[in-house]
């Protein structure tokens, strides 16, 4: 007799799975080339921890305010599809860049064009989970999308650790082969999702309009505040692969702590999610916070690789813990016309709070050392916890 947990499984809708797959292949191709990219820049560009952190910081930050254009869009267009498969398109292109980078600029001009793609597609695909999911499994979709997702962004480090391993540190031979998946990715999309109708028919209003904007509400911008607060907390995972370089292990298996981390975060994210469905969002995000600030305890407190081993566990499980939660609180706060331009606004935030956090993360980082950095962190998370107990009432 299938179990509870199964059935659940079963009934998520199939668009839900095929996002999920398409994400996964994704990962693959860009966590191939991020989880060496650091590596690649100290080592063999000679740039230095503040440059990966702007670098980082710029990246990141800039697909998360681009989402804010293609949420706006796909609400007013009412279709989703075609901005997503542009946004996979645009990731899948920009991988040849990283092979034929030789300066800082060509890597910060691969990393923004991948990021760029990243925005277009992030926001459209959110308001895609929510409009294809019944309410009241919608914490186990985006929990099960995230699992796929982060499925990949293990077996791409592990990828790239083999093939470093096999082609003796060859970072550009590994960056060619991230092309593949991405490809791949690409052609899932374009031929496995149906895209439902559009409920409303004839002209749309602005989405951004003042009038639009006040029915998002109190408790959706609480969302945005506590998500902003959050990002400050959690600077680039780049940051976590340099602090593994200190701890004396092989140059080729310092992405292995992406891979432990990334496996602990697609481990958790489903049943989190399943979680979130049956319990209070602003408690389990404070139980997520709490992780967090504890893993910035203790990859502050040593580099041995028992005790970084530790804090990248602890990461792994606060990602699995709050990142389709913060999803799914912005679905459950915002009106079903306005899902992708609520996820834009919300992503806004995020990216503004990721520049400043990793700009910030590398400068303690030279300034002042790695374990400043992460004292910093938690610090911050501490903050965030203090954003949770002025919530408005709402679920």
């Given at each position: 007799m299938p179990t509870p947990s199964f059935r659940l499984l079963r009934q998520i809708p199939k668009g839900v799975w095929v996002l999920g797959f398409v994400s996964m292949l994704m990962d693959i191709s860009s966590e191939m080339i991020h989880s060496l990219l650091p590596l690649f820049m100290v080592t063999v560009l000679g740039t230095s921890a503040f440059t990966v952190g702007l670098i980082e910081g710029l990246a990141e930050s800039t697909a998360l305010i681009v989402k804010v254009f293609s949420g706006v869009l796909s609400d007013y267009l009412g279709r989703r599809k075609r901005l997503a498969v542009c946004g996979y398109a645009l990731g899948a292109l920009s991988k040849p860049l990283f092979a034929l980078a030789g300066s800082a600029g060509l890597v910060l001009t691969a990393r923004l064009i991948d990021r760029v793609g990243k925005g277009i597609r992030g926001a459209p695909r959110d308001a895609l989970v929510a409009d294809i999911t019944p309410s009241h499994m919608r914490g186990a979709a985006f929990g099960l999308r995230q699992s796929l997702d982060t499925v990949g962004a293990f077996l791409g480090p592990l990828l790239g650790v083999g093939l470093m391993l096999l082609w003796a540190n060859d970072f550009r031979a590994v960056f060619w082969v991230a092309l593949v998946p991405g490809l791949l990715a690409v052609?899932?999309?374009?031929?496995?999702?149906?895209?439902?109708?559009a409920e409303h028919k004839g002209p749309r209003s602005n989405p951004i309009s003042r009038r639009n904007l006040k029915r998002l509400g109190r408790t959706y911008w609480w969302?945005?505040?506590?998500?902003?607060?959050?990002?400050?907390?959690?600077?680039?995972?780049?940051?976590?692969?340099?602090?593994?370089?200190?701890?004396?292990?092989a140059l080729a298996l310092v992405p292995l702590v992406m891979v432990a981390m990334n496996l602990l975060y697609a481990g958790s994210a489903y049943p989190f999610g399943k979680l979130s469905d049956r319990m209070r969002h602003s408690t389990l995000l404070f139980a997520g916070l709490v992780v967090l600030a504890a893993a910035d305890l203790v990859l502050a407190s040593s580099t041995h690789w028992t005790t970084l081993l530790g804090g990248i566990a602890l990461w792994g499980i606060h990602m699995g813990m709050t990142q389709g939660l913060l999803a799914t609180m912005v679905a459950d706060t915002a009106p079903k016309d306005l899902r992708g331009t609520a996820y834009g606004f919300f992503n806004l935030l995020s990216g503004l709070a990721m520049l400043l956090a990793s700009g910030l993360a590398g400068w303690l980082w030279d300034r002042l050392g790695p374990a400043f950095t992460f004292y910093a962190g938690a610090a911050i998370c501490a903050l965030a916890l203090l954003c949770l107990t002025v919530k408005p009432r709402h679920h």
């Open positions: 052609a899932l999309l374009v031929l496995g999702i149906r895209e439902p109708e969302t945005v505040l506590v998500g902003g607060v959050f990002t400050l907390a959690r600077f680039s995972e780049a940051f976590l692969v340099l602090r593994a370089q200190q701890s004396g292990v």
